[in-house]
């Protein structure tokens, strides 16, 4: 089984997984099971003193003892397995170190498990961690809901003073406004009520912001409406001024659209209708009938 350790800014971020897995073979040598017992009781008969021999009774006291131990080893080692293997598809934390020695903390779905000297190592993104460095286990419902209310109020904290707020901030506020009302009751339990008061005033001043805009948009196109030439002077060159006028007029709100005098409205569809009449003419017209090319 391959071993993929993380890499934080070029260096390898060794943790106790990966330095179990790097020992391994050191770590199984160190290890006392049977065939060593034997060895050292074998050693231990072969040089006792002649004079004062160990009991045969004490040799079948240090086996019990040793086989007691080794039991339960293989107990804890069997459980380790049985927790290891439980964890399969949960979404945990592990603990790491970095290269400056600080703890971090990796969070993913656990995909499957290795076994290896009696120990326990979890894979997650194709990296194995020990067991020993699990931190917490999280329920990913609960986790989503938790990022999304943290996301939330990040993004809130770096808005304006509510007094401060503009048109340009009108698209983050519609965002944030969008993803709370998406959010379910459980999601929405996360997110504090200060959070939702701060988010409303946001949203109140930005009404208030598009509702001044949109008056001054309004009273903008009744100006340069009425400053438009007669109808039946309107010329190729005011083409472009009748279609900027359209698009100001048609890209407002209800309310806004309201706010522009009926009369002006109807104006400024007849300019409309006269911009396109005079626009076909000029693409209909012949080159030759024109000024030379």
């Excluded at 459980?79 to 945990?92: K, M, P």
């Amino acid at each position: 089984m391959a071993l993929f350790a993380p890499v934080e800014d070029g260096k390898i971020v060794e943790t106790a997984s990966q330095n179990s897995l790097k020992n391994k073979s050191k770590t199984s040598n160190d290890g006392m099971d049977k065939d060593a017992f034997l060895q050292l009781l074998v050693a231990q008969m072969q040089y006792q003193d002649p004079l004062e021999p160990t009991s045969n009774t004490e040799y079948i006291s240090q086996y019990a003892q040793f086989s007691q131990v080794e039991q339960m080893q293989n107990m804890a080692a069997s459980t380790d397995l049985s927790r290891a293997s439980s964890l399969v598809g949960e979404y945990v934390y592990i603990k790491t170190t970095n290269s400056q020695g600080n703890t971090d903390y990796v969070y993913g779905k656990v995909d499957y498990v290795v076994y290896e000297n009696n120990k326990a190592y979890l894979s997650i993104d194709e990296s194995l961690y020990s067991l020993d460095d699990l931190d917490t286990v999280v329920d990913k419902t609960y986790k989503d809901a938790y990022d999304k209310a943290f996301d939330l109020n990040t993004r809130l904290n770096k808005l304006p003073a509510v007094n401060g707020v503009d048109m340009s901030d009108a698209k983050e506020i519609d965002a944030l406004e969008e993803i709370y009302n998406g959010m379910n009751d459980y999601e929405k339990s996360f997110v504090a009520q200060e959070t939702v008061k701060n988010l409303n005033k946001y949203i109140e001043k930005l009404k208030e912001v598009r509702a001044a805009a949109e008056k001054a948009a309004a009273n903008d196109i009744m100006e340069r409406v009425s400053a438009l030439p007669e109808l039946e002077d309107v010329t190729s060159e005011n083409v472009k001024e009748i279609q900027e006028l359209s698009k100001i007029y048609n890209d407002l709100s209800e309310d806004g659209k309201n706010l522009v005098a009926a009369e002006v409205v109807e104006k400024l569809n007849q300019y409309v209708e006269k911009a396109e009449a005079v626009g076909k003419a000029e693409e209909s017209k012949d080159p030759a009938d024109g000024d030379d090319v």
